[in-house]
């Protein structure tokens, strides 16, 4: 004998289910230059864990992604978000020795973060010299993911400092 209680539990959960809003998720790329020790990267860890897809260049519809540079002329601000839904968010990991030739790079949606304190081992307290995780995490947050920032700092045991350093 089938109880229609529970029957009508169960399909209401399913319609309440089928009814709650999509999360958005956005599409998470790094172009890695692989000039880190791949034992330190954050992005490598990052693409093991499938948080993020690695690129070796910009090209097709990357090209309208948001790009970190932090050479761009433009702030990255919440207004971004449709782009980084529609296209997606690329962040550039290379050694911050190399930094310079990133000044030549020109994107059509190169964006810059606002002045940030680092909270990884390696730089942790300098201005701007972020990780690729905390880049990315920055952006995200800005960009108002933030599920997804909060998902990418949780992978490192400095991620909740980095939160609370730039009070995000």
Do not use: H
């Not at 289910?17 to 330190?40: A, G, H, M, Q």
């Not at 050694?95 to 940030?116: E, V």
């Amino acid at each position: 004998m089938v109880n229609f209680n529970i029957l009508v539990i169960a399909l209401n959960n399913s319609i309440m289910t089928i009814s709650d809003p999509i999360k958005e998720t956005p599409k998470v790329f790094c172009l890695n230059y692989r000039e880190c020790d791949p034992k330190k990267c954050t992005a490598t860890k990052l693409k093991k864990l499938n948080l993020l897809k690695s690129i070796n260049n910009i090209k097709g519809p990357l090209n309208n992604s948001i790009i970190l540079n932090p050479f761009a002329r433009e702030e990255l601000s919440d207004l971004d978000r449709n782009i980084v839904l529609r296209y997606g968010l690329i962040v550039i990991d290379c050694s911050w020795n190399n930094i310079l030739n990133l000044k030549k790079s020109t994107f059509k949606n190169g964006r810059k973060l606002p002045p940030l304190i680092a909270a990884n081992p390696t730089n942790y307290g300098k201005w701007e010299k972020l990780s690729s995780a905390e880049a990315l995490a920055a952006a995200l947050f800005i960009t108002k993911f933030f599920d997804y920032g909060n998902l990418i700092l949780s992978k490192f045991t400095w991620g909740i400092q980095f939160k609370e350093l730039n009070q995000f």
